[in-house]
């Protein structure tokens, strides 16, 4: 049994993450081997990047192919029984983290497993408190949580699936910008009834984006959520393990709750931007942004 740990990277520094990989996997004799696929990061990053083409597999990309088109190019890649993918800014928190792995594969030969993200315990500063907040209170659920609703818990950062797995699901490429291929891949993975098991083997998030640069991305995330389910044909089923989405049908058509974002908006945004990262006023401002984008859209 062989794995592949399968890093994307895009404007990121990653010499920390691949070197405390690199010492973990050179103790599994020969059970694991890293590559690293480069998608077109400016020169700056990729030539403090591209040392580690001395030890791992490092292939920088001609253009910029997009989150979910990068991961499924891993499979060109590799010959390993499975796939480890973790996100470019994330960190190793355990020295047992590959065996950890490597004892549950040949243990259990899952199809899919989760080993989930964890964010710091202390409190960042305030340009970075809102991304923290939510990632440590709503994305960073407990292995005990996560176990209960295993098939609706589903991430990119630190999954495992196996080679036959992913060349029967893999991410849907027409989704190119920031946000929610992974809940359209779990999606898939629940359609094509594969069970998507939990583990307890958490890499943290080492690079909090600015409150700024979270709402940007959380607005963009959410034109990619409107698409997932307009690609899904708008079923139910993703309907369900969405929450955003259920309180959208009920709520896009209210006139009040429109009027009342438009009201709002620029001094909710402002409030969440400059670092008071309340849980219910992000919520309002994405479920007034996704009925705001639709109507917009048309």
Same mark, same amino acid.
């Given at each position: 049994?062989? /794995?592949?740990? !399968? ?12 070197? *405390? ?5 050179? $103790? ?18 990729? &030539?403090?990047?591209?040392? $580690? ?7 920088? /990309? ?25 996100? !470019?800014?994330? *960190? ?7 065996? !950890?792995? &490597? ?6 030969? %899952? *199809? ?11 409190? %960042?500063?305030? $340009?970075?408190? /809102? ?18 609703? *295993? ?13 036959? !797995? ?35 083997? %958490? ?12 709402? /940007? ?45 438009? $009201? ?35």
């Amino acid at each position: 049994m062989t /794995l592949t740990v !399968c890093i994307p990277v895009y404007n990121q520094d990653i010499t920390g993450l691949v070197y *405390s990989l690199i010492k973990q996997t050179k $103790l599994t004799n020969g059970f694991a081997n890293i590559v690293v696929l480069d998608d077109h990061s400016e020169t700056a990053f990729h &030539q403090k990047n591209s040392v $580690l083409s001395k030890e791992v597999t490092y292939i920088r /990309l001609d253009s910029n192919i997009g989150r979910s088109k990068i991961r499924n190019k891993f499979l060109e890649y590799t010959d390993a029984d499975y796939l480890l993918f973790i996100d !470019c800014d994330s *960190s190793i928190i355990d020295d047992s983290y590959i065996p !950890c792995y &490597q004892q549950y594969l040949e243990q259990h030969h %899952p *199809s899919v497993v989760v080993g989930s993200s964890v964010y710091q315990n202390e409190p %960042p500063a305030r $340009l970075y408190s /809102l991304r923290w907040t939510y990632g440590s209170k709503v994305e960073s659920e407990s292995y005990e949580k996560r176990r209960r609703k *295993s098939n609706t818990t589903f991430k990119t950062n630190n999954f495992i699936i196996s080679k036959e !797995c992913f060349h029967k699901v893999s991410f849907n490429e027409e989704l190119r910008g920031y946000g929610h291929e992974d809940t359209l891949f779990g999606y898939e993975l629940n359609k094509n009834n594969i069970e998507i098991k939990q583990l307890n083997n %958490p890499v943290l998030n080492g690079e909090l984006d600015t409150n700024e640069e979270f709402l /940007l991305k959380t607005e963009e995330g959410l034109s990619n959520l409107l698409k997932a389910w307009r690609i899904t044909s708008f079923d139910s089923q993703l309907l369900e393990n969405v929450k955003i989405l259920k309180y959208y049908t009920k709520y896009k058509d209210s006139i009040f709750l429109k009027g009342l974002y438009l $009201l709002i908006r620029r001094p909710s945004r402002y409030l969440l931007s400059a670092g008071w990262s309340s849980i219910v006023l992000f919520n309002f401002y994405k479920l007034g942004y996704l009925i705001q984008l639709n109507s917009t859209k048309g």
